[in-house]
């Protein structure tokens, strides 16, 4: 167990699976107390148990992070809970994916409202306790289809606003000793981007190898290296970094 988060807490949303199940797990493995958030409390529960059972410090929540007042009271549990709110991964997603002429308003909205509006309400509950303590550590879950990725119109749009909501938050909670960075990570072999293989008639493992072909470094991320820059973010090795997007995505361009 490493120590660089010794006596901290943080909370890391869409925790139970994936680069969210990751990263808790490594903030945990470095000293943290962490909350795992999942919209399941039984799978956020699970991985808290398995975090426990290798030596760290967890819990699960449940909690729906498109809902304000379940967001708030989530946040408010966790402080009830541990005394403090140090750390906030706003890591929750989901993808509905289609072309733009097909696209439902349903989708559009299903996919903004949890991988963006989310992170507005994970972001407003947490800094009232960042401000009084003058001291915080955001991350936030871009990607690299901010840049554009056909029949992700949604997830593009979702994604883009969430390096815009960093850049803004890391200026007005700066002078509160609160850095607000964020992750964007590129092809990561996940459940998540398994699906859209499906979405594509395509198989996981195919899927992967076509985007190993097009990645400079021949091959996918795992959830653990996404994790490990999150985390790094999240510490205070990254003291004077605020208002940042990292790519992680293997050179690709």
Aim: aromatic content about 6%.
């Amino acid at each position: 167990m490493g120590s660089r988060f010794a006596g901290r807490v943080a909370i890391v949303t869409g925790g139970a699976q994936g680069i969210g199940a990751a990263t808790a797990k490594r903030l945990a493995s470095e000293g943290a107390t962490v909350a795992v958030v999942d919209l399941s409390v039984e799978k956020s529960a699970a991985l808290a148990k398995e975090i426990s059972a290798e030596g760290g410090t967890a819990a699960g929540y449940g909690c729906d992070v498109t809902d304000e007042a379940a967001v708030h009271a989530m946040t408010e549990q966790v402080v009830a809970d541990f005394g403090r709110l140090d750390v906030l991964i706003n890591n929750a997603g989901i993808t509905r994916d289609d072309l733009l002429y097909k696209m439902s308003a349903a989708d559009w909205h299903a996919v903004l409202n949890t991988n963006l509006t989310s992170m507005f309400y994970c972001c407003q509950a947490a800094q009232k306790h960042m401000v009084a303590g003058k001291y915080g550590k955001i991350v936030n879950l871009s990607s690299r289809s901010a840049l554009g990725n056909r029949g992700q119109v949604n997830y593009a749009a979702a994604k883009a606003g969430v390096q815009g909501l960093t850049a803004t938050l890391s200026i007005e909670l700066g002078p509160f000793n609160i850095c607000v960075n964020a992750v964007a990570p590129g092809y990561v072999a996940t459940a998540m981007t398994a699906a859209t293989a499906e979405r594509v008639g395509s198989s996981a493992e195919a899927h992967q190898k076509w985007a190993s072909e097009h990645t400079p470094l021949r091959r996918v991320a795992q959830p653990e290296e996404i994790a490990s820059v999150v985390a790094f973010l999240a510490s205070d090795d990254a003291s004077f970094v605020t208002g940042q997007t990292l790519y992680v995505n293997g050179g690709a361009r």
